[in-house]
Structure formats: structure tokens, C-alpha cells
């Protein structure tokens, strides 16, 4: 499973509902707050792009923040993405390797 980062601040009631929904799936996660953190936050956007919080990264891919994690959560994208590469995984129905 690739490594799970979420950068969040304080206080954000969306990062403690993230990290309770991932928390709740048995994943486990580093959490990076830049509450006081002005260059994380550069950092941050320069990364993602993004300077909302939270900011979910999966490995290296952004997922997003909360409204992400759900989207993802519900059409079963991050089961994917919590997979990693998806080695040793059958592809789709209807998706042919090539």
C-alpha cells in the first residue's frame, strides 16, 4: 500500500472527519500540520496546487480534500488508490491489458 499523507491545520473539522474515515478503514496515515507552518504551507502548493485543508496525497497522486475522499470513497477510487500500484490485481471487467 503506497503511503498516506494528510496535511491539515487546526482547527478544521474536515480533517478530523478525514482522518476519522480513514481511521475507520484501518488506514494509516501521517499526518502534517502547518497550522504554524507558513514555508509547509508553500511547500504545500507547490506540491498540490492546492491551500485548502485538508489535502489527502495517496504515494504521490493528490486525492484531495474531504469532498474528494468521499467521492472517491463512494465510487470506490480509493480502494484503488489504497491498493498502490495494483500489482497481482485482476484488471476491471471489460478492461484488456496491453
Known amino acids: ?14 480533517c478530523s472527519r478525514v482522518k476519522g474515515i480513514l481511521s475507520s478503514r484501518g488506514v494509516e496515515y501521517v499526518e502534517v500540520n502547518l497550522t504554524k507552518d507558513p514555508a509547509g504551507r508553500l511547500e504545500l502548493v507547490q506540491k498540490t496546487g492546492m491551500m485548502s485543508f485538508p489535502q489527502v496525497v495517496v504515494g504521490e497522486r493528490l ?3 474531504f469532498n474528494d475522499l468521499l467521492a472517491a ?6 480502494d484503488e488508490l489504497l491498493a498502490g500500484s495494483g500489482a497481482g490485481q485482476e484488471p476491471p471487467p471489460g478492461d484488456s491489458a496491453a
Open 1 to 14: 500500500m503506497d503511503p498516506v499523507t494528510i496535511y491539515t491545520a487546526d482547527p478544521c473539522s474536515f
Open 63 to 65: 486525492l484531495g480534500g
Open 73 to 78: 470513497e463512494k465510487d470506490g477510487r480509493l
